[in-house]
């Protein structure tokens, strides 16, 4: 009996675990470009006529700072998280169109880093503000 109760307990643990991995978003993206030059953060992802699905641009400033980001040249909507040095969500900037040019957005507070992706990755994966994602940063 006590067997039985045992197994049957690890069935359902298992089960609820397998719940939480299923039903939560992933904190990560698969593919991630880091832009850490100059060079590299004023072209960011202009140009490009798509975003993949879990693909994202890591920008990394030298120092923490008010870093306004613009749509110049950008043929595609995105969103624009402001990152804490370890990760987690500050700000975001949900579906920031082209048509937002020349506007600028900036970090509620001085980050080092900010990551933009595809439009509508926020809501599809859950990321709100407080969110700590699993990102190279250094």
Same mark, same amino acid.
């Given at each position: !009996?006590?067997?039985? $109760?045992?197994?049957?307990?690890?069935?359902?643990?298992?089960?609820?675990?397998?719940?939480?991995? $299923?039903?939560?978003?992933?904190?990560?993206?698969?593919?991630? =470009?880091?832009? &850490?030059?100059? @060079?590299?953060? =004023?072209?960011?992802?202009?140009?490009?006529?798509?975003?993949?699905?879990?693909?994202? !641009?890591?920008?990394?400033?030298? &120092?923490?700072?008010?870093?306004?980001?613009?749509?110049? &040249? !950008?043929?595609?909507?995105? &969103?624009?998280?402001?990152?804490?040095?370890?990760?987690?969500?500050? +700000?975001? =900037?949900?579906?920031?169109?082209?048509?937002?040019?020349?506007?600028?957005?900036?970090?509620?507070?001085?980050?080092?880093?900010?990551?933009?992706?595809?439009?509508? !990755?926020?809501? @599809?994966? +859950?990321?709100?503000?407080?969110?700590?994602?699993?990102?190279? $940063?250094?």
């Amino acid at each position: !009996m006590r067997s039985t $109760l045992l197994t049957c307990g690890a069935l359902v643990l298992a089960g609820i675990l397998g719940f939480f991995a $299923l039903s939560h978003p992933p904190y990560s993206l698969t593919h991630i =470009e880091i832009a &850490d030059t100059p @060079a590299a953060r =004023e072209q960011g992802l202009s140009g490009r006529i798509e975003i993949p699905e879990d693909y994202g !641009m890591l920008f990394v400033f030298p &120092d923490t700072g008010d870093y306004g980001f613009w749509m110049k &040249d !950008m043929k595609v909507s995105i &969103d624009v998280f402001w990152l804490s040095d370890n990760g987690t969500i500050v +700000g975001i =900037e949900r579906e920031l169109s082209p048509d937002t040019y020349p506007e600028a957005v900036h970090p509620p507070l001085p980050v080092r880093y900010v990551l933009e992706t595809r439009a509508g !990755m926020a809501t @599809a994966r +859950g990321w709100t503000v407080g969110t700590t994602l699993t990102l190279p $940063l250094r």
